[in-house]
């Protein structure tokens, strides 16, 4: 099924490919035709007004400049739209690097690592070759950080079931083309690490003309009668009405200089992020949804009879015509003669009376949108993938043909696993590489998929809601002075915390007091087998020591051993990395020891 995916997005991408070289040409050719009518306009009125016809000049140079901003507004359009198919190109040939395990120049998500977080590092769910760079397809701040929320804290079970009923509907593969110019519309656009987040923090928080009400009034008045003195001042009356204007002009700019650089440097920084948004927004608000859950969620985006994109637009113009203070030529004459800076700063400030909530409530609604685009790519590049159904019956997990989503191996095992109930534990055993680790973290990344409302890399699956808990990657840490014995211990004490708050605790534990010595490992581990058993929590434990199979017959029905195995066949080691009832017949250290060069002696 991946292979017949990969093929749809290889054709995709050469189909892009080509319509993309086609309208490169247009848009140089109409580039071309953009210089020739500025040239041509040119040497007509040169013409005309060397001839001493000037009315005709300058007629000639008002036509021609009106030729030349449609032309100009034309190209903008054709070139925003080869960029647009340059871009659904890269679209289709990142879903097929993502179908073949080349996830390296994806984002991880490296600001969302958090070594203490109760599941993420454990699980690869952040950072180089994780389940974020499979699963994000987001370029905006607010999009990751929406996706990044939902990998780290599990949904209530209504939410699950909207975003799955969501995301089934964008993953159609008849909103595929819908779905891709979507995802590919905020590339077109440069997305800082801070969101616009901060932006409305600060410009909650600001009232210019609130504090300094004798402004306003200025604003109107002092522009007026400053051009006006200055055209009189051409006409051959005095200057110096003109010249004590512009000063005081000169001297309001210079007494709020901070004000106006702190209203100009918090807004240009969200310049190109609000033009992304309004594309994406104007793509949104146009488009007929059937699911009830994103009708919802785009009727959120009309207040008042205005559309998001309409006032989230005018923002950016806002931006736009402050932004013409960065010519510090244009900026003088803007800001002595027109009080530019202040005019843009007061209609900055009546924007937010108006759509700051708005703005709020928009991009909300498109980090969701972003996070649930993902989740559908995710599910369309994945059709094979099971969306998985959610159980009242306690710490219920059951799945067929369950594989990890990350090992793009041509053919990976598979494995069925059932278990359910309170105080239940699976003691799994095997050989070293036998595949113990790698089943755990299955068991545990696809639940972290269930959780948000995402498809699962299984046949099929149900699962009862539960806090996903992970003790794996336990290491020394010296600025700590901890070693990797006693951050295992800090792991396992924040487990029984968590057990003791009344949550219900899913845990995954692999090879649990390693550190320490067989007998204290195994009278350690027994004890917390049987501590979590009086707890609201269930879980898988992996381990090498046999010994931990007896508490199947001391915790009959709550303790069940199972094994992955290996065959030796003269000097080579086979897995099948099959889950198999029962404890591990086999291991294998002693062989792979010879097998690096160890002499092993046989005991007497």
Same mark, same amino acid.
């Given at each position: 099924?991946?292979?017949?995916?990969?093929?749809?997005?290889?054709?995709?991408?050469?189909?892009?490919?080509?319509?993309?070289?086609?309208?490169?040409?247009?848009?140089?050719?109409?580039?071309?035709?953009?210089?020739?009518?500025?040239?041509?306009?040119?040497?007509?009125?040169?013409?005309?007004?060397?001839?001493?016809?000037?009315?005709?000049?300058?007629?000639?140079?008002?036509?021609?400049?009106?030729?030349?901003?449609?032309?100009?507004?034309?190209?903008?359009?054709?070139?925003?739209?080869?960029?647009?198919?340059?871009?659904?190109?890269?679209?289709?040939?990142?879903?097929?690097?993502?179908?073949?395990?080349?996830?390296?120049?994806?984002?991880?998500?490296?600001?969302? #690592?958090?070594?203490?977080?109760?599941?993420?590092?454990?699980?690869?769910?952040?950072?180089?070759?994780?389940? +974020?760079?499979?699963?994000?397809?987001?370029?905006?701040?607010?999009?990751?950080?929406?996706?990044?929320?939902?990998?780290?804290?599990?949904?209530?079970?209504?939410?699950?079931?909207?975003?799955?009923?969501?995301?089934?509907?964008?993953?159609?593969?008849?909103?595929?083309?819908?779905?891709?110019?979507?995802? @590919?519309?905020?590339?077109?656009?440069?997305?800082?690490?801070?969101?616009?987040?901060?932006?409305?923090?600060?410009?909650?928080?600001?009232? +210019?003309?609130?504090?300094?009400?004798?402004?306003?009034?200025?604003?109107?008045?002092?522009?007026?009668?400053?051009?006006?003195?200055? @055209?009189?001042?051409?006409?051959?009356?005095?200057?110096?009405?003109?010249?004590?204007?512009?000063?005081?002009?000169?001297?309001?700019?210079? %007494?709020?200089?901070?004000?106006?650089?702190?209203?100009?440097?918090?807004?240009?920084?969200?310049?190109?992020?609000?033009?992304?948004?309004?594309?994406?927004?104007?793509?949104?608000?146009?488009?007929?949804?059937?699911?009830?859950?994103?009708?919802?969620?785009?009727?959120?985006?009309?207040?008042?009879?205005?559309?998001?994109?309409?006032?989230?637009?005018?923002?950016?113009?806002?931006?736009? +015509?402050?932004?013409?203070?960065?010519?510090?030529?244009?900026?003088?004459?803007?800001?002595?003669?027109?009080?530019?800076?202040?005019?843009?700063?007061?209609?900055?400030?009546?924007?937010?009376?108006?759509?700051?909530?708005?703005?709020?409530?928009?991009?909300?609604?498109?980090?969701?949108?972003?996070?649930?685009?993902?989740?559908?790519?995710?599910?369309?590049?994945?059709?094979?993938?099971?969306?998985?159904?959610?159980?009242?019956?306690? +710490?219920?997990?059951?799945?067929?043909?369950?594989?990890?989503?990350?090992?793009?191996?041509?053919?990976?095992?598979?494995?069925?696993?059932?278990?359910?109930?309170?105080?239940?534990?699976?003691?799994?055993?095997?050989?070293?590489?036998?595949? %113990?680790?790698?089943?755990?973290?299955?068991?545990?990344?696809?639940?972290?998929?269930?959780?948000?409302?995402?498809?699962?890399?299984?046949?099929?699956?149900? #699962?009862?809601?539960?806090?996903?808990?992970?003790?794996?990657?336990?290491?020394?840490?010296?600025?700590?002075?901890?070693?990797?014995?006693?951050?295992?211990? %800090?792991?396992?004490? #924040?487990?029984?915390?968590?057990?003791?708050?009344?949550?219900?605790?899913?845990?995954?534990?692999?090879?649990?007091?390693?550190?320490?010595?067989?007998?204290?490992?195994?009278?350690?581990?027994?004890?917390?087998?049987?501590?979590?058993?009086?707890?609201?929590?269930?879980?898988?434990?992996?381990?090498?020591?046999?010994?931990?199979?007896?508490?199947?017959?001391?915790?009959?029905?709550?303790?069940?051993?199972?094994?992955?195995?290996?065959?030796?066949?003269?000097?080579?080691?086979?897995?099948?990395?099959?889950?198999?009832?029962?404890?591990?017949?086999?291991?294998?250290?002693?062989?792979?020891?010879?097998?690096?060069?160890?002499?092993?002696?046989?005991?007497?």
């Amino acid at each position: 099924m991946s292979e017949n995916r990969e093929s749809l997005y290889l054709d995709r991408a050469s189909a892009f490919a080509g319509q993309e070289k086609k309208a490169a040409a247009t848009s140089s050719a109409v580039s071309w035709l953009r210089v020739g009518v500025f040239v041509a306009g040119a040497v007509l009125a040169y013409l005309l007004f060397k001839s001493g016809n000037n009315n005709a000049g300058a007629l000639a140079i008002l036509g021609f400049y009106s030729l030349f901003i449609l032309v100009m507004r034309w190209h903008s359009r054709l070139n925003f739209r080869y960029q647009q198919l340059r871009l659904l190109r890269q679209v289709n040939e990142q879903e097929v690097e993502r179908l073949q395990g080349k996830l390296s120049k994806f984002d991880g998500g490296q600001e969302f #690592v958090d070594d203490h977080h109760p599941y993420t590092s454990d699980l690869d769910i952040f950072g180089q070759s994780s389940l +974020f760079q499979l699963l994000n397809r987001s370029v905006t701040s607010i999009g990751k950080y929406k996706l990044a929320l939902w990998l780290r804290k599990a949904a209530l079970p209504e939410q699950v079931l909207r975003r799955q009923e969501a995301v089934s509907e964008l993953a159609s593969p008849l909103r595929l083309e819908w779905l891709q110019e979507f995802l @590919a519309l905020p590339m077109h656009y440069k997305h800082d690490a801070e969101s616009a987040a901060g932006f409305i923090h600060w410009f909650k928080n600001k009232a +210019f003309f609130r504090q300094h009400g004798w402004l306003k009034p200025l604003l109107f008045i002092l522009p007026v009668l400053t051009l006006a003195a200055i @055209a009189a001042w051409f006409y051959g009356f005095t200057g110096w009405i003109a010249v004590g204007l512009l000063l005081v002009q000169f001297f309001l700019a210079y %007494k709020f200089r901070v004000e106006r650089d702190e209203y100009y440097e918090k807004s240009i920084g969200i310049y190109e992020a609000m033009r992304s948004y309004t594309k994406q927004l104007q793509h949104l608000e146009q488009h007929q949804f059937s699911s009830p859950v994103l009708q919802e969620m785009q009727q959120k985006l009309i207040k008042s009879g205005t559309r998001s994109s309409v006032s989230i637009n005018r923002l950016a113009n806002i931006i736009d +015509f402050f932004s013409w203070r960065l010519s510090t030529l244009m900026a003088f004459f803007l800001n002595n003669i027109l009080l530019w800076d202040f005019v843009w700063m007061y209609r900055l400030e009546s924007w937010k009376e108006q759509h700051l909530q708005q703005l709020e409530q928009s991009l909300e609604v498109l980090a969701e949108f972003e996070a649930l685009a993902s989740m559908a790519a995710f599910q369309h590049a994945h059709p094979h993938f099971a969306v998985p159904r959610l159980s009242q019956s306690p +710490f219920l997990y059951q799945a067929s043909a369950l594989a990890h989503p990350l090992i793009f191996s041509v053919k990976p095992v598979a494995n069925d696993f059932e278990m359910q109930g309170i105080g239940h534990t699976i003691v799994i055993t095997g050989s070293n590489m036998s595949g %113990k680790t790698t089943f755990l973290r299955t068991v545990g990344i696809n639940m972290v998929l269930a959780l948000m409302g995402a498809p699962v890399c299984a046949k099929s699956m149900t #699962v009862a809601p539960a806090q996903v808990y992970t003790a794996m990657r336990t290491a020394d840490n010296l600025s700590e002075n901890t070693s990797s014995f006693y951050a295992e211990l %800090k792991r396992l004490r #924040v487990l029984l915390e968590l057990t003791e708050q009344g949550q219900p605790v899913f845990y995954l534990l692999d090879e649990i007091l390693k550190g320490t010595n067989s007998r204290d490992r195994h009278i350690g581990a027994m004890s917390l087998i049987r501590q979590l058993h009086k707890r609201n929590a269930s879980g898988l434990i992996s381990t090498h020591d046999l010994e931990l199979g007896a508490m199947e017959q001391e915790l009959r029905g709550s303790v069940e051993n199972y094994s992955f195995n290996s065959d030796i066949i003269g000097n080579e080691i086979n897995f099948d990395y099959k889950l198999t009832p029962g404890l591990c017949r086999s291991f294998n250290a002693s062989k792979l020891m010879q097998l690096m060069g160890i002499e092993i002696e046989e005991e007497a």
